[in-house]
């Protein structure tokens, strides 16, 4: 493969996420990339590692300690072996439009490459090493001693986490709309915390998280509970209004559709005086 022909792969809207996910899965058999979920289309294998190849070969060391930018969306900042390429720039600015700024400082054997699509950009080989001292990089070769996690590996660490939490949270908001559902308010319309007896949650607590969903979900469709309901519970678990009702499916399925109603007959009166805008 020409390099320019592996450039423009690489710098094409899913190439480098096909090359980033079959180097994921050459390191661990099975891939572990972070954007494993957005990958739309696969190119075939030989086509892959053509490609990987011609932009390996083409890469060389500096002589000295390089200094570079990157933007990095992905707050993962334990020292690991990263098994894909690294993409960094010389252009401060441009790095700071992918998140949060990293000064990335590159020994001079790390092998690079650098072209100038994308406005200009340097690509380091796969398999260094990440060192991370605040809101620096230092970029090495790999030591022989390999008792260093990948990035892989802590990322799905990372989503573990992030996903234990999450159910916990969902948990227990489940847990408060189907305790204040089996009270009533007081005289000003309010759900107190000490109307939520330990009793009621009893067989709640058994029962599958789906099931819990779908509980909460038909108690809503059968009452017509009020908005405090949702901000009560809310307040109480330091999350949004909006993120509770939204948990559930809004307030009620009767004011959903009415709504929808409401947006369909706004639609319908609008239709002729928006056709010209359209483009």
Known sequence: ???ED??????????YRQIQ?????????????????LIESNANSDMLEDAIETLRAAMEPSIRTETYYRGCPLQIKERHIREGFFSVTRDLKKAEAYGVLYKVLVDAAV???QFAAEGGEVLLHDGMLYTYTGNTINVSLPPNNRNIPFLGNLYIQQKQKKDLVEKEKIETILSYLWCFMQSEPDAYGIYSEEAC????LEEFRTKHAVEKYELVQ???????????LFSEVA???GHSEKEVQNLVGGRTQRRGRKTRNKSRKQRNTSKGKQGKQRR
């Open 1 to 3: 493969m020409k390099l």
């Open 218 to 228: 038909e108690k809503l469709r059968t009452y017509n509970y009020k908005d405090s």
């Open 197 to 200: 007896e330990p009793s009621i």
């Open 111 to 113: 092998p690079r490459l």
């Open 6 to 15: 592996a450039i423009s792969f690489w710098v094409s809207e899913s190439g």
């Open 235 to 237: 307040s109480l678990l």
């Open 21 to 37: 996910n079959y180097l994921s899965k050459k390191a661990h058999g099975t891939s572990k990339y972070a954007l494993v979920d």
